[in-house]
């Protein structure tokens, strides 16, 4: 898949997926992943904090490896190193992680980039610097992420659905909320708790389909 396949299937497809060991009920990143993409995710991002970077190199590269066999994009979180590394198609930083010039600098390929944002402000120069998508939380309360801003304000959600570049949406979001931020206008949803931490993953992926589909008929 090219960059603009990734591109189109972060815009398309609702349900992006974050991993993380430390939420997953004991199962590792590579159980996880099978189980996501085995019950049709498409989006993965690996999100690991706890790992060396040996570890996160060789369990990234499986998993990265896997995407690109079911059509499915992966995403590295954070690490342009790991991101070379393990030749990920599409990298996620935050306002504290390199910018977007130095990331498609390091990466001396095409690469897809996504932006982490809260307020307009940041939207604005994530666009302007070249961004592919933005992630727009925490919509809600969180406990998956300790350095957490305030929830996301009307204002800046209102300014979201305006943009020309993809928007997903990340932060407590579990089956009552996608409903609310559907409603509101949003069509892409990273969750991390309610995914990796779900007792059966492939049944809670059905649930948030079926969920989805309700709303797709209501519109
Ligand atoms: C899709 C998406 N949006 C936002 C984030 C958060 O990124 P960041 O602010 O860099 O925080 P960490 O995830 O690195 O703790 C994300 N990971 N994905
Ligand atoms: C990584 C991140 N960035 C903003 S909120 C958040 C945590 C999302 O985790 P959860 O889906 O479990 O609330
Ligand atoms: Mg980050």
Redesign the pocket.
């Known amino acids: 898949m090219k960059h603009d396949d990734h591109v189109h299937q972060i815009r398309t497809e609702p349900i992006?997926a974050?991993l993380g060991e430390t939420f997953s009920r004991g199962r590792t990143n590579r159980q996880v992943a099978k189980a996501l993409l085995g019950a049709g995710v498409r989006i993965i991002?690996y999100?690991e904090?706890e790992k060396s970077w040996q570890e996160k190199y060789e369990e990234a590269r499986d998993i990265c490896q896997w995407c690109n066999e079911y059509g499915a994009t992966f995403?590295m979180?954070?690490s342009i190193d790991l991101a070379i590394a393990c030749e990920a198609p599409v990298i996620?930083?935050?306002?504290?992680?390199a910018p977007v010039a130095w990331v498609r600098r390091l990466a001396q390929r095409d690469i897809v980039v996504?932006?982490?944002?809260h307020t307009i402000a940041e939207m604005k120069k994530a666009v302007r610097d070249g961004a592919d998508?933005?992630?727009?939380?925490p919509m809600y309360q969180t406990t998956s992420?300790?350095?957490?801003?305030d929830i996301v304000a009307d204002v800046d959600k209102a300014y979201a659905l305006t943009l020309p570049i993809p928007v997903?949406?990340?932060?407590g979001i579990d089956l009552i909320h996608i409903r609310q931020l559907y409603t509101e206008g949003f069509r892409s949803f990273?969750m991390i708790s309610a995914l990796v931490g779900a007792t059966d993953i492939v049944e809670q992926i059905g649930a948030f389909r079926q969920v989805l589909q309700e709303k797709i008929d209501e519109c």
């Open positions: 992006y974050i991002q999100r904090k995403i979180n954070d996620h930083v935050g306002q504290d992680d996504g932006v982490s944002t998508y933005v992630g727009l939380g992420k300790m350095d957490v801003h997903v949406t990340i932060g990273a």
